[in-house]
């Protein structure tokens, strides 16, 4: 297929013409050879690879002058109970940093690691006080085995579980967590502003089987120190340390329930894979059954950070978030003709979806409690 002129950087390209993409139509995707390569080739030819370095510096242009206005109110209401009014827009933009610094740890960004590396360094460790080199590592297993219940970590048996086999041997609070955790769930996500900061200083800090580079680590704990320094510095120069405490609560719940919200509808209840299921499974089956797109406009979007894409994002990690929704037509029409499900649902849905499952797993517990 003839490839059409370069568009600049900045601009929006095209939408991918209505056309067939190559491959067999098979039930099993996997006649002929590969059946994600078809796929990535038209993905190519339409330049949705390509990144997007002015779309993401406006949007952080735009983040750092509304975090910039909130410093400033906070300094002209001083301490006064107005001022955790700016707690809740905090949290907003504390979240639209946390997709960037997501963005940037998949190489959407920018190409050049370096450079990434220091847009993911000043989002996450400096703004957030969440250490980049922890996120990554998690983040990137989790990519790689998606729902796997032995090698995914967002799916390891901790505060919830996720798989039937998970209940066995839970006992005292955890039980009752596991029994009750699909009304829990919303709660519990606005403690996950302050846990990333609690593993992230784990992470970094921790002496034991450390394998961070100490210059890596230097790095890291002085910006997460910075911004332990920096953020209560604000808040205890602008307002009394009780009401400093209730902005600070305010913020990081709402932040964590923000996260939360973004993140939940991706993977759970989605198909899961363990020792043998899921064994032979190449990347576009791997990707695609796992996970769940959020049908919705650009209120959706932005306020989802792209991750309602799960599935286009998962095939295609380093693919700049505004593509995302341009390459959708081209994976939906693939993954029919592979025989694939694609599985898109309403917002409210997916939580539904998501809740359902927590709420199953946890049937076992419950029965004769």
């Known amino acids: 297929m003839p490839r059409a002129a370069a568009a600049p950087p900045d601009a929006h390209p095209a939408p991918p013409a209505a056309q067939p993409v190559p491959g067999p139509a098979t039930g099993t995707g996997r006649a002929g050879g590969s059946d994600f390569a078809p796929l990535l080739r038209v993905v190519r030819e339409q330049g949705l690879l390509e990144r997007r370095a002015a779309w993401y510096a406006r949007g952080i242009a735009v983040n750092l002058v509304l975090l910039a206005a909130i410093v400033t109110g906070l300094v002209l209401l001083g301490s006064s109970w107005w001022a955790l009014l700016l707690a809740p827009p905090l949290a907003v933009v504390s979240a639209r940093m946390a997709f960037i610094g997501h963005d940037a740890g998949h190489g959407q960004i920018t190409a050049d690691r370096g450079r990434g590396r220091a847009i993911q360094l000043v989002h996450a460790n400096l703004l957030l006080g969440m250490s980049q080199e922890w996120w990554n590592d998690k ?178 990690p380093s693919m700049p978030r505004p593509h995302l929704r341009l390459a959708q037509p081209l994976v939906r029409r693939h993954c029919l003709a592979q025989g694939l499900p694609y599985t898109e649902t309403g917002l409210i849905e997916s939580y539904r979806q998501a809740l359902g499952h927590l709420h199953e797993v946890g049937e076992p517990l419950r029965v004769g409690a």
Request: glycine share 10%; net charge positive; proline share 3%.
């Open 139 to 316: 983040h990137n297993r989790h990519h790689a085995n998606p729902n796997h219940l032995d090698k995914d970590p967002d799916v390891k048996a901790d505060i919830l579980v996720f798989s039937a086999d998970q209940t066995a041997g839970r006992t005292g609070l955890r039980r009752w967590l596991t029994r009750h955790q699909a009304w829990l769930f919303f709660p519990l996500t606005t403690l996950e502003g302050i846990a990333l900061k609690v593993y992230g200083f784990q992470a970094v800090f921790s002496r034991a089987d450390n394998a961070m580079p100490l210059r890596r680590r230097a790095v890291e704990g002085l910006l997460l120190l910075a911004h332990v320094a920096g953020y209560a510095a604000l808040l205890l120069a602008t307002m009394s340390a009780g009401r400093a405490l209730v902005f600070a609560l305010i913020h990081q719940m709402l932040l964590g329930l923000h996260l939360g919200m973004a993140f939940a509808p991706n993977h759970k209840g989605m198909e899961m894979a363990d020792g043998e299921n899921g064994a032979g499974w190449g990347h576009l089956r791997k990707q695609v059954l796992t996970s769940r797109n959020v049908r919705g406009g650009l209120l959706t979007d932005w306020v989802l950070g792209g991750l309602n894409y799960q599935i286009e994002h998962h095939l295609f």
